[in-house]
């Protein structure tokens, strides 16, 4: 198996504790030229220490110790420059208890994986601070029921348990986008294919969003939509959050538009505000990144991104020709190879998965 792709330096020395192989991950650490490591003895190879000095070769003993030993445990070392790393080995032995006849050293910069563990300390202290805001609305008003009931009116009652109902409701979204966003970062987001039809979708989302108002604008559809194969669910959840986003952070709804591209169809959302800048289009689609007073989870164009990735599809950032922040979702048919010619009927029942 070779190592010269691995992101981590590889070293692997013989029964004898001689090099016999250095990954190229290894050379750029040790700024080494052509095969200059090999032959070298282990303990030169790997020349880090702790903080009080003790050499890896020293204090790990891969060559000796407990017998049945085949793994040597993660830890921070540094090299002479000062810098951390974290180092792994494997013990093989020629047969169970026996000698140790290869030594597999793993070498990785800890720069990195202190980086992840910040990211992820941030990540939890912002879930915790999210959930902490509805549950303290809820317990808040729960509390002052239980304990002053015969005190409030019947109007103000219910004023409280209709403010812990939306609070409930309000926790009970945040949770469904954390579990899509933990589902996107560990590539388990599922999609439930079959044909969809993105005018007729689009138009539903639009007499969703403008339930409460006396009329909602239709989508603008520009020539005949084809039919694609996706998740009805998941494109509906996409287009639903750029509506939402641009009612309520783009100064509203300037259009909702579907049109034929190709092998694909592209739908557009575009509003009436300010815009995006250049320097935050990418940011838009961090986790928990928001802009703004009202924002919410900051989850929500992270998902979107996630979803229509899993489409195998594209979204873009940009500027409408009136101004304002312009959206752009290109998805392809994605037609099954099963699929005859002809293009299929919207009542068809069979899906099909996409294949990643």
Known sequence: MSFENFPDGVIVADADGIVEYVNERVREMARAVGD????????????????NGNSWFDVVRPYDGFELRKRISEHSWWSPRGSEYLITASLIRDRPAGRVVQVIVSIRNARIRNQRDRERSDMVATVAHELRSPLTGIKGFTATLLSRWDQFSEEQRKFMLSTVDADADRLSRLIAELLDAARIDSGRLTLRTGPVRLDELA???LASAYAAADEHPAPVVEGEIPVIWGDEDRITQVVTNLVENAIRHGDGLRELAVRRDGDGVVV???????????????????????SGPGAGSGLGMFIVRG?????HGTIDIGTGELGGA???VRLPINEPASMTAEAPSINSTEGSSIRH
């Open 268 to 290: 557009e959302v575009s509003d009436y505000g300010s815009g995006i800048p250049v320097e935050l289009r990418q940011r838009v689609f961090s986790r928990f990144w928001k």
């Open 307 to 311: 979803v229509v990735q899993q489409h």
């Open 36 to 51: 200059e490591m090999l032959g070298m003895h282990l303990s030169e190879a790997v020349p880090f220490d702790d903080l």
């Open 203 to 205: 138009a539903r989302v």
């Open 326 to 328: 312009r959206i752009q």
